[in-house]
Structures are given as structure tokens and as C-alpha cells.
């Protein structure tokens, strides 16, 4: 229940990590893409209003206004001059006196005037910078004033406007949008961060209940052999003029039972340091054929000592780069457990040969096998798939996971085929 509620608050903390991250991104990448829709689409208008009032000033050096109509000058104009000089057609020139006043009514037009402009004040604040502007609270236009130098007249500035009515719809429209798919990205993330928490929480979890049930298991394993050996200590005193030949027995299981104890806290700690990446292989050239031969060899004779068929069918005459004593170990763990689930007259084999561009070791037995629920836990630490068996034979499920951790820090592959009572093969592949 403890472990659930931290698990819990874990996933809690992931998840707004996660929802504040996407909020974060979301939001950056918003006002990059709102600012560039909006800078695109009044890029065009400014660059007009910059450009008119470039025309209106450098090319009349005495403030002088452009004509908007052929009879302003003496000389004609020609259509494509006029057209080259004059305005957008949804831009209007305003002039101001120095007392606020629009001096050219009757070219902006008197209906528009009238209905729109006798209440629209000069602003002074903003010249010579385009500025947002509404007029009547329904038009919304893009503006730009500043000082018109001609001293021969009563015009005091110039205010060049364009209408952006369509601009600020598609802007208007692009806020709601942009506030709707807010809506619905946040429910997305929220989801999205709820199932990445749950993701993440996983192997977390399971590395939890792992390191649980390994401390569980480890404590299992070393209390029985310190409780027989503290046992049988014990036993000792209680006679201490006795002759180790009368206590031979005790003293021969005392033994028996440290050995067990030292190997398996040799097997945790070669394990730990798989786990903590500590321990580095050091590899080098191994002819493959040779080097099973002489690991084999003494356990011919054990085999031949208890009865069984010990077959060496070394086919693969290809060096290796690998790890000399780790390569050793998951050897003999792979040959010692197929001593230990055979009987008498039952065969052991160890083949060699080459394939895909890789050396293959196989060891097979015909023994007890394991059953084919059960051999997806055999690499498990700790994993017996009989308990009272293997702890006759000295088993304590740890040798598989080393010789798992072994062939994958060599960058190989195991796995295991078996049929309960049919006998097992361990099938390793390591790259030449």
C-alpha cells in the first residue's frame, strides 16, 4: 500500500513535468507562429506606407506634395508616371494644420469624412512610426504621420492610412482558432502527459519489484547456509573434548555450506557489478574450437565419473574477440547445469560451428528439461523451476543471469529450447 501511494506520487510529478513541458513548447511555438502570420500580413501594408512617404519627401526636397490630379502641375502626366507615383487605392492622405484640423476634406472625400473623420483627433505621439488605429470602432487601419516641411502652405502633417479591415478579419479569425486548438491541445496534453507518466513509471516500477524480490531472495539465500553453519557451530561446543573425526559430519556440512555461501555472495557481487556497469571485459583473440576443448576436458571426466555421455563436436575454427574468464565462466555454468538435471546413462553435448557471421555454441542435455511455461523466468535471478532439487544440487538461479549478462556484453544472443523430460539446449551466438 506504501509503495502504491509513493508510485503514485511519482507518476504525479512525471505527469506535470510533462504537461508544463508541452505547455511550454506549445506556447513558444504559438507567438512564433501568431507573430509571423501577423508580421506577414501587414508587411505589405507597412512597406506601402513606408515607400509613399519615401516618395512624398526625398523626391520633394521643399516638402512639396505629389499631385493627385493632372491639373496640380503646369505639365502633363503621363498614365505610367501617375500610376508609378500615385497610392494604393485603399490609402488615404490626410494633411493637419498645426491646430489639428484636415485640411484636405474635399480630396479625401466628403461622405467619408463626415461620416467617419469629424470626431478624429491628431495624435502627435507616434510620428514617423506606423501605428494601429480604429476609426468609428469598425474600421481598423495602419498609419503613418509626420511632418510636412513645405513653410509655403498651411500643412503641418501628413498622415498616410490604409485600410486592414481584411488583415485584422484573418487575424481575428486565427486568435479564435488559435484559442480553440488550445482548448484541445491542453486536454491532449493532458493525456498525453498521463500515458507518458504511466510509460515512465514502468520500468521504474518493475526495477522496484525486482530490487524487492532480489533483496528478498538474497536474504532467503544467505540466512540458510549461515543458520545450518551457526547451527552445527553450536553443536561444537557442546562437546568441545570431542575429536574432529566424532564431529566429522557436522564439520564436513559447516564446509559445505561456506563454500555454497562464499559462491553465492561471489555470483551477487559479479551481478551487482553488471548492474553499476563496473565491471569492464578485456577482450582478446580466442580461437573457439581450442578453447571449449580445454574447458570440457575436466568435465568429461566428471560426466564419466557419474555415468553419463559427454560429446565434444567442435566444428568452428574462427577466433573471437572476447573476454577470456567471462567466456570461461558462461562455459562451465552452462555445462555445470546440464550435469546437474541429468541422471545416469542421460548424454551431454557441446557442438561448435558457424553461421550468418557468427560462432554458435550449443550445449544440449537429455535431461529433465523444463517446462515450457516456465522457460521465459530461466535467466531470472533467483529463478528455480524446482527449489528442492536445486538446492540438493547447490542451484541458487543465479548462474543463467550471469551467463545472459556474459553473451550480451559480448554483443551475442542466448536462448534456450527445452521439452520437459526431453532434455535442454542453450544455444549461444557471438559475433566472430
Aim: with cysteine; hydrophobic share 40%; aromatic share 10%.
Amino acid at each position: 500500500m506504501f509503495n502504491k501511494l509513493i508510485f503514485k506520487k511519482q507518476q504525479l510529478k512525471f505527469m506535470i513535468f510533462n504537461l508544463i513541458a508541452f505547455t511550454v513548447i506549445f506556447t513558444i511555438f504559438s507567438i512564433i507562429i501568431f507573430g509571423q502570420v501577423q508580421n506577414t500580413l501587414f508587411s505589405k501594408t507597412d512597406e506601402e506606407l513606408l515607400s509613399f512617404q519615401e516618395m512624398m519627401t526625398d523626391n520633394n526636397p521643399k516638402g512639396l506634395r505629389l499631385p493627385l490630379k493632372d491639373g496640380d502641375l503646369d505639365r502633363p502626366i503621363p498614365n505610367d508616371e501617375r500610376r508609378k507615383n500615385a497610392p494604393n487605392p485603399r490609402m488615404i492622405v490626410m494633411h493637419w494644420d498645426n491646430a489639428g484640423n484636415i485640411r484636405n476634406e474635399n480630396e479625401i472625400g466628403t461622405l467619408f469624412y463626415e461620416n467617419y473623420l469629424t470626431d478624429y483627433k491628431l495624435d502627435k505621439t507616434t510620428m514617423d512610426k506606423i501605428t494601429m488605429t480604429k476609426i468609428s470602432e469598425l474600421y481598423h487601419f495602419r498609419y503613418i504621420l509626420f511632418e510636412d516641411h513645405n513653410d509655403e502652405d498651411e500643412i503641418a502633417y501628413t498622415q498616410l492610412m490604409i485600410n486592414v479591415d481584411a488583415e485584422q478579419t484573418i487575424i481575428s479569425n486565427f486568435e479564435k482558432l488559435f484559442i480553440i486548438w488550445s482548448v484541445i491541445f491542453i486536454v491532449l496534453s493532458i493525456s498525453a502527459s498521463f500515458i507518458l507518466s504511466k510509460k515512465m513509471m514502468k520500468p521504474i516500477i518493475h526495477s522496484w519489484n525486482k530490487q524487492a524480490e532480489f533483496v528478498e531472495n538474497a536474504s532467503h539465500e544467505l540466512r540458510t547456509p549461515l543458520t545450518i553453519i551457526q547451527n552445527k557451530l553450536e553443536l561444537l561446543l557442546t562437546a568441545p573434548q570431542e575429536r574432529i573425526s566424532d564431529r566429522f559430519e557436522n564439520i564436513a556440512l559447516s564446509l559445505s555450506e561456506t563454500r555454497r555461501l562464499s559462491k553465492l555472495t561471489s555470483d551477487l557481487l559479479t551481478l551487482a557489478r553488471a548492474d553499476s556497469a563496473e565491471t569492464q571485459i578485456m577482450k582478446q583473440s580466442i580461437h573457439i574450437d581450442t578453447f571449449i576443448r580445454s574447458v570440457c576436458t575436466p568435465y568429461k571426466e566428471i560426466a564419466e565419473s557419474q555415468d553419463k555421455h559427454f560429446s565434444l563436436n567442435c566444428q568452428s575454427p574462427f577466433t573471437i574477440e572476447a573476454d577470456e574468464t567471462r567466456l570461461h565462466q558462461l562455459i562451465v555454468i552452462l555445462v555445470d547445469n546440464a550435469l546437474k538435471y541429468t541422471s545416469e546413462n542421460d548424454s551431454i553435448r557441446v557442438k561448435t560451428y558457424g553461421e550468418d557471421q557468427k560462432v554458435v555454441i550449443e550445449v544440449s542435455d537429455t535431461g529433465i528439461g523444463i517446462k515450457e511455461e516456465n522457460i521465459q523466468y530461466i535467466f531470472d535471478r533467483f529463478y528455480r523451476e524446482d527449489k528442492a532439487r536445486t538446492r540438493e544440487t547447490g542451484g541458487m538461479g543465479l548462474g543463467l543471469s550471469i551467463a545472459q549478462w556474459i553473451v550480451s556484453m559480448h554483443n551475442g544472443t542466448i536462448h534456450v529450447i527445452s521439452n520437459q523430460n526431453k532434455g535442454t539446449t542453450f544455444i549461444v551466438k557471438l559475433p566472430k
